[in-house]
């Protein structure tokens, strides 16, 4: 069982640092965060799995000589950031930027990001969330494809 424990300063309302405290076999421990933080699973340790992202919206569409992708949250409680990711086969992806999260976010909450070197052929968008614990959860994926569409018929 892990549990998070964010200490303040009484004086500035800061953020100090964070606690990350592990119960194993009933003996309590702790240790300061920026340590590689692993899970209990049935007495053996493992490193953190992607979990998934919980998204209100996630939309690709297209801008001027440009694709803007917007995305709501259902919450962001603890998330540092997240990561907008390309790729040409939905297979390999390239991060492309980064959108700061709001760790404090209990209600939904709108971001956006543009790629200003859009690819000229379909290119598939991921997003990723990384929290301040340095779990990363899942995004969908959305497709978009910059070929000209041609109409049935015309030559």
Known sequence: ????????????????RKLLVVVLAGALQSCASGYQQPQV??????????APMELNSFSVAP???AVELH????????????????????ISFTTIGQVPGDDMAIAPTTHEFTDRQPLTTTAYY???????????????????????????GSS
């Not at 069982?1 to 100090?16: A, E, Q, R, T």
């Not at 991921?126 to 494809?145: F, K």
């Open 1 to 16: 069982m892990f549990s998070f424990i964010d200490l303040y300063s009484p004086l500035s309302g800061n953020k100090l």
């Open 41 to 50: 699973v049935s007495n053996s340790l493992r490193t953190p799995e992607v």
């Open 63 to 65: 801008a001027a000589q």
């Open 71 to 90: 995305w709501e949250t259902v919450a962001e409680l603890g998330c540092a950031y997240f990561t907008v990711e390309r790729s040409t086969d939905n």
């Open 126 to 152: 991921r997003l990723r969330q990384v929290d301040l614990n340095g779990i990363v959860h899942a995004g969908p994926t959305r497709t978009y494809d910059a070929r000209p569409k041609v109409l049935a």
